[in-house]
């Protein structure tokens, strides 16, 4: 359950920056009250990144709720990191992330938070092609 909430806010999340007609109820899915905590963060983690880049008016709620996650679970903090990077336009935070995530081994979210920073940006498209991914999100 939690897992294919987080799949669907991370496919929709990719599929960016057209705002998918379904994203609000892609993030309530997202927060929905899951039976494993841990697992959750994952899908708070995609969910609050897509209401962020949606631009959807709880977003900064969102955040907040995944700030919690963010603290006992490394990839909710690369999260948070890169979706309030992305809200705040804030590049620090945004370096943070990809460091977040590739101390963690997530290469792709590495590749595609690069992507995010103007003067690493061809290291992120290196890094998705290294991946056999051919579209950037």
Do not use: C, M, N
């Not at 994203?23 to 969910?47: L, N, S, T």
């Not at 990839?75 to 990191?81: D, K, S, T, V």
Request: aromatic fraction near 6%; avoid cysteine; glycine fraction near 8%.
């Amino acid at each position: 359950e939690s897992f294919a909430a987080f799949a669907t806010a991370r496919v929709a999340l990719a599929r960016q920056p057209a705002e998918p007609a379904d994203a609000p109820a892609i993030v309530e899915r997202a927060f929905a009250d899951f039976a494993h905590k841990h697992h959750g963060a994952y899908a708070h983690a995609a969910g609050a990144e897509l209401a962020v880049v949606a631009g959807l008016p709880r977003a900064s709620d969102l955040l907040a709720v995944l700030a919690e996650d963010a603290k006992e679970h490394d990839w909710a903090r690369a999260a948070h990191l890169r979706a309030t990077g992305r809200l705040r336009r804030d590049t620090g935070a945004l370096r943070a992330a990809a460091d977040a995530w590739r101390d963690i081994g997530a290469r792709y979210e590495h590749a595609a938070t690069l992507l995010l920073i103007p003067d690493r940006a061809a290291e992120g498209r290196d890094g998705l092609a290294a991946l056999g991914v051919t579209s950037e999100g």
